[in-house]
C-alpha cells in the first residue's frame, strides 16, 4: 500500500478544510482499503512500532480500524500465518508501554475478541502471557486493561449463550462456547481477588512491602 496515497487520504478525512464531498469520497476510500489484505499486512507493520517516537497518530488510529475489521468480519476467513501474525501484533500493541492509549486500548479489545474465538485450542498462551504482564511493573497498567476488555468480552458470550443459542454465539462466526472460557473467567476473578486482597494488606502494613 502506497504510503503517500494513505497520507493524501487521512489528511482528506481530518483536515477541517477539505470539501465536504471530498472528505466523503476520502473516507469512502479508506473503507474500501481497510477490507484488502495489503491494508491488513500494512497495519499489522505499524501497530507492531506504535510506541516509537514521533509516530504518525492518524495512521495508528487507521491501522487499529483495519485491525479491528479484521478481527470482527473476517478472521474465520484469515489464514493461520495471518492469524498468528495479527495476534502477535495486537500482543504488542497492546502490552508495550509507551505507545498511545488509544492504540493500547483498541489492541486490547481486538486481542479480548481473538481470544474468544481461539483460546484455548489456537491461543494457549494467552492466559500465561496475560499473567506475566500483570506480574511486570511496566506493562501491569496495560494488562490490566487487557484483562478487563477480556473479562467483558467473555461476560457478553456468557450472557448471549444463556439467553438460549445452545453454545453458539452469533456474530463471531458460530465458534462454539468451550467449557474452557469459563475455566479463564474463574482464574481471572481469583486473580483479582488476591491482588485486592494483597493490596488491602499492603495498605494496612505499609513497612512490610518491599
Known amino acids: 500500500m502506497a504510503s503517500q496515497e494513505l497520507a493524501s487520504l487521512l489528511a482528506a478525512v481530518y483536515s477541517p478544510s477539505t470539501p465536504h464531498e471530498q472528505k466523503r469520497a476520502a473516507e469512502t476510500a479508506l473503507q ?79 486481542l479480548a475478541h481473538v481470544a474468544c474465538l481461539d ?4 491461543f494457549p498462551s494467552f492466559w500465561p502471557d496475560l499473567q506475566s504482564c500483570l506480574g511486570d511493573p511496566a506493562r501491569r497498567s496495560s494488562g490490566v486493561d487487557l484483562l478487563a476488555a477480556t473479562l467483558d468480552h467473555f461476560h457478553s458470550l456468557a450472557q448471549t449463550t444463556s439467553a438460549g443459542l445452545k453454545g453458539r454465539v452469533r456474530g463471531v462466526g458460530g465458534a462454539r462456547v468451550r467449557g474452557g472460557m ?26 512490610s512491602c518491599c
Open 32 to 110: 474500501q482499503l481497510a477490507a484488502t489484505r495489503e491494508a491488513l499486512e500494512w497495519a499489522l507493520g505499524s501497530l507492531g512500532i506504535a510506541a516509537a517516537p514521533g509516530a504518525d497518530l492518524q495512521a495508528l488510529f487507521f491501522a487499529c480500524s483495519v485491525a479491528e475489521e479484521a478481527v470482527t468480519f473476517r478472521w474465520p476467513r484469515l489464514e493461520a500465518g495471518e492469524q498468528a501474525a495479527m495476534r502477535s501484533a495486537l500482543w504488542r500493541a497492546a502490552t508495550e508501554p509507551g505507545g498511545p492509549h488509544f492504540v493500547r486500548q483498541k489492541a486490547a479489545a481486538a
Open 119 to 122: 483460546w484455548p485450542e489456537r
Open 182 to 207: 469459563l475455566t479463564l473467567v474463574c482464574r481471572i476473578l481469583l486473580y483479582k481477588q488476591r491482588c485486592t486482597y494483597f493490596q488491602l494488606q499492603a495498605q494496612k502494613s505499609p513497612a
